[in-house]
């Protein structure tokens, strides 16, 4: 009788020591513990890329632009319908199909234009998704949850610019698993992925993975603040958005 | 109740067997598409639905026709009606169980299903199309089942059912349109950018959803005593030739609107659709055979003495069906993906696994429509109702079957009387 006594207020004290510690230990580990903002990280309302083709229009310019951001991002390979991809290319009737003219000038026809996600300020995707697995963040990148998802592929048949890929089979197959880029995550088969204006890098002070290579042929910025790069890019030259009619806001610009 | 589906003939029997085979062969492509992924269909980047949600699309229809039994006999007290309502629920049920079953199968991540649930999107057409599908299979599930049980015992159906009958009436226009509205609010999908889409598709839900019951009633009636009431009968083709009608005259509007604007979107789905473009002709052959078979179906379906003729009949409902699922199941997802975003043409032709995949929730669905009327048949016969008489008619036709009406069988001369007690008809 008396050790049980004994016994029990020793694993009461203990108890009583755990309740006291056990919300500091909470609070720095698990879901509700405080983030700290990166110092170095870019800010703005909504994120701008403006692309002049004047200076950026082969096929082998973009495909650089591409392969440094799929390898980035662990995109996998794939060749085909199924394929899956962040950043390609094509020509001007299908980047503008219902802006095209019969008479225009036969270098622009045939120039090749980077495309990608438009991070619209009205996405249709967004709009679709019936699990908020695509989001629209407060800096007006469109992203994607890929642990959300779950595969409906909705927002590919509400994208006006076939901006979306499906991992129709497991992405890691078609991956150079020795050369991954371990601060991306890979995503597994049957979730949707796209371009995320380079989130990741951002919100660590860097410009995105295709701004960067493009040694200046890219702007990139804020599309609300009037002295950001993008903006005066705009101001300066005439600019085309793809599909305008689709009312989505698109955020990707193309000096002609 | 269920215990009147665990006994039944050798035929019975078998047939069963032979569903669950086919739903065995179907699984055996369903867990080899769980263990690759999707990757064993031939969906691609720019056709990213394909024969899976074409056919949910189009057996939402199947499920909404119910409505055309239901709402004469509730809404306009059109009692010539009564006997069949139960097929009309129990059929809707088998068809929101196979929409849901393709659901499930189209989607990547069956397991993360639940997300739509933990967190509820109102701004996304797909939540409400589960509410409403979901919806109307309870309702259906709780009306007929309570229904049939009320008649079994012999006993009017209880009174506060009817708020849930009333509203699985409008529930059933809601589940078209809903679905309508998952296509129709896509900016770069001309085809499907249209406002009269959910209208096309009621109006084809109302010829194809009731042409199916009727040759499924049909078949029915050849291995149960069940027979049709004439008048029913003649209604249902009624409302199925006014229907596909409406549903031809819509398709004229589209076709109108895309070729007299001249803007290049609207025109591009048409073209491809039936004259084919950037060299493909996929579904040319399939896009005319459906406008032959239209106009077929609607010729025997106008003209009084070929519709009324019943050795016809279900040769002309075939035909509608076949032309309707072509339309629907096959011409309005794939032409709607095509012309892709890029202005080209990606081609979509269903795998054999996908159609594999494909017969187990078909499959399924016969399965359960076989064990509810199994069902239904089974306490129709026990209380007399709607049941064959020695000359071809049903019980309910007031026909006098004696040896000296000596009316020849299917074709029973004494129906005027029917049809005096009926005059709400037409």
């Given at each position: ?7 029990f207020i ?5 108890a009583?020591a ?11 580990s698990g ?7 990166n110092?170095?990280g ?16 082969s096929?082998?310019?973009i ?9 980035i991002h662990n ?15 094509d020509?001007?009737?299908?980047t ?9 000038a036969e270098?622009?026809?045939h ?7 438009n ?5 249709s995707?967004?709009?679709?998704c ?12 469109v ?7 779950i595969?409906?592929?909705y ?5 006006p ?10 992405p ?19 979730v949707?992925?796209?371009c ?11 410009m995105?993975?295709c ?12 599309l ?5 790069p ?9 600019t085309?958005?793809?599909k305008?009619a ?10 002609i | 109740m269920l ?8 035929r019975?029997?078998?047939w069963i ?19 690759n ?8 980047r720019?056709?990213?639905w394909?024969?899976y949600?074409s056919?949910?699309?189009y ?9 055309m039994i239901v ?5 306009h ?38 997300n ?14 589960m509410?409403v599908?979901?919806g109307?299979?309870f ?13 079994r015992?012999?006993?009017?159906h ?9 509203t ?5 226009f809601?589940i078209h349109?809903?679905t ?9 999908r ?41 008048n ?7 409302i199925?030739?006014?229907a596909?009608?409406?549903n ?8 109108f609107t ?9 025109m ?6 039936f004259?084919?473009?950037?060299g493909?002709h ?14 077929i ?37 794939i ?11 990606t ?38 109702h ?14 006098d ?10 074709n ?5 009387e ?9």
């Open positions: 009788m008396k050790n049980n006594r004994r016994a020793k694993l009461a004290a203990v009583a755990g309740l006291a510690v056990a919300p500091k230990a909470m609070a720095s879901g509700h513990s405080p983030v700290k903002a110092p170095k870019l800010h703005a309302k909504q994120w701008a890329m403006v692309i002049d083709s004047t200076k950026l229009h096929e082998e310019e495909a650089k632009l591409a392969d440094s951001c799929h390898k995109v996998p390979e794939l060749t085909g319908k199924k394929e899956v991809k962040w950043l390609w290319s020509i001007y009737p299908h503008f199909p219902e802006q095209e003219n019969p008479h225009l270098e622009v026809h120039r090749h234009y980077p495309l990608l996600c991070h619209c300020e009205h996405p995707c967004v709009r679709v019936p699990t908020k697995a695509t989001f629209k963040r407060p800096d007006g990148i992203a994607m949850d890929y642990h959300r998802c595969g409906c592929r927002c590919m048949a509400a994208c610019y076939g901006s979306r890929s499906f991992n129709w089979g497991e890691r197959k078609n991956l150079d698993l020795a050369n991954l880029n371990p601060k991306f995550p890979t995503r597994m088969r049957g949707v992925e796209k995320n204006f380079c989130v990741e890098r951002l919100a660590v002070g860097d995105p993975a701004v960067e290579a493009s040694e200046g042929a890219i702007v990139f910025g804020d609300y603040d009037p002295e950001s993008v903006r005066k890019v705009l101001r300066e030259r005439f085309l958005r793809r305008p689709a009312g989505t806001e698109p955020c990707v610009y193309y000096v | 215990e009147l589906a665990l006994k039944g003939s050798k019975y029997y078998a067997g032979f569903l669950l085979v086919l739903i065995g062969i179907g699984f055996t492509a369903w867990v080899d598409q769980i263990m992924g999707l990757e064993i269909t031939g969906m691609s720019d056709v990213s394909g024969f949600i056919q949910f699309t057996l939402v229809g199947l499920a909404a026709s119910g409505v709402l004469p006999n509730y809404f007290s059109y009692k010539t009606n009564k006997h069949m309502v139960i097929f009309g629920e129990f059929m809707a049920i088998a068809a929101c169980i196979m929409c849901l079953g393709f659901i499930i199968v189209d989607i990547g991540q069956p397991t993360r299903m639940m739509m649930i933990f967190h509820p999107t109102p701004n996304s057409i797909l939540f409400w199309d509410i599908l979901n109307y299979l309702l259906n599930l709780l009306v007929g089942w309570t229904c049939l049980q009320a008649d015992a012999n006993l009017p209880p009174k506060w059912l009817k708020p849930f009958i009333y699985s009436v409008i529930w059933a809601s349109t809903v309508a509205f998952l296509y129709q609010g896509l900016p770069g001309h085809y499907w950018l249209t406002a009269i889409l959910a209208a096309r598709f009621l109006a084809s839900a109302f010829c194809s959803g009731p042409a199916i019951l009727l040759l499924v009633m049909m078949a029915t009636e050849k291995f149960t005593t069940f027979k049709m009431p004439k029913a009968l003649k209604t249902l083709v009624k199925i030739a006014y596909m009608c409406v031809m005259f819509f398709f004229a509007l589209e076709i895309a070729f007299y604007s001249n803007i290049p979107g609207h591009h789905s048409i073209v491809y659709l004259a084919g473009e950037h493909h996929e579904l040319v052959g399939l896009m005319w055979t459906f406008i032959g078979m239209a106009a179906a609607i010729t025997l379906l106008v003209t009084p003495k070929l519709r009324n003729n019943l050795k016809l009949l279900p040769y002309t409902l075939v035909i509608l069906v076949i032309a309707t699922w072509i339309d629907k199941g096959l011409g309005l997802l032409g709607g993906f095509n012309p892709t975003p890029f202005d080209t043409i081609p979509y032709w269903p795998t054999g696994k996908e159609l594999m995949v494909s017969m187990m929730i078909y499959a399924l669905g016969a399965l359960v429509v076989t064990v509810l009327f199994k069902i239904a048949t089974e306490v129709k016969e026990e209380m007399g709607s049941q064959e008489l020695p000359c071809g008619c049903s019980t309910e036709d007031n026909c079957c004696t040896l000296e009406c000596g009316c020849p069988k299917d029973c001369t004494c129906e005027e029917a049809a005096e007690e009926a005059p709400a008809e037409a």
